[in-house]
């Protein structure tokens, strides 16, 4: 069974940087699509970023352009490159592994078949 944890979170000023990480403990992450999510308190879960098998990546509108999504299989590792961080950008990020892509589905959170804890990310002054 795959298991995914991340890793990476922390405090950050407005303007600042991170890079969450996504550690997978299957030996063929390869396989598997990932997707980065975000909750803030109140707020649905929502989908941020995603990364396909062939490493096709896709964004949502409120982070494209700061952050950037990648892999290394070798590492069994996904990366999320977060830069010029907001306020609103504060939230729980969880990252979720599905075998195969999902092309367009890729924001449907009950589609992952494994999901993370997840890590806090604080941006403030």
């Known amino acids: 069974q795959l298991h995914v944890v991340e890793s990476g979170g922390g405090l950050v000023q407005p303007g600042g940087s991170l890079r969450l990480s996504c550690a997978a403990s299957a030996l063929t992450l390869d396989d598997y699509a990932i997707g980065w999510f975000r909750q803030a308190p109140g707020k649905e879960r929502e989908g941020v970023s995603y990364i396909s098998t062939s490493d096709s990546t896709s964004y949502s509108d409120s982070v494209k352009g700061r952050f950037t999504i990648s892999r290394d299989n070798a590492r069994n590792t996904v990366y999320l490159q977060m830069g010029s961080l907001k306020p609103e950008d504060t939230a729980v990020y969880y990252c979720?592994?599905?075998?195969?892509?999902?092309?367009?589905?890729?924001?449907?959170?009950?589609?992952?078949?494994?999901w993370g804890q997840g890590t806090q990310v604080t941006v403030s002054s």
């Open positions: 979720a592994a599905n075998r195969g892509d999902l092309g367009v589905f890729w924001q449907a959170r009950h589609v992952y078949d494994y």
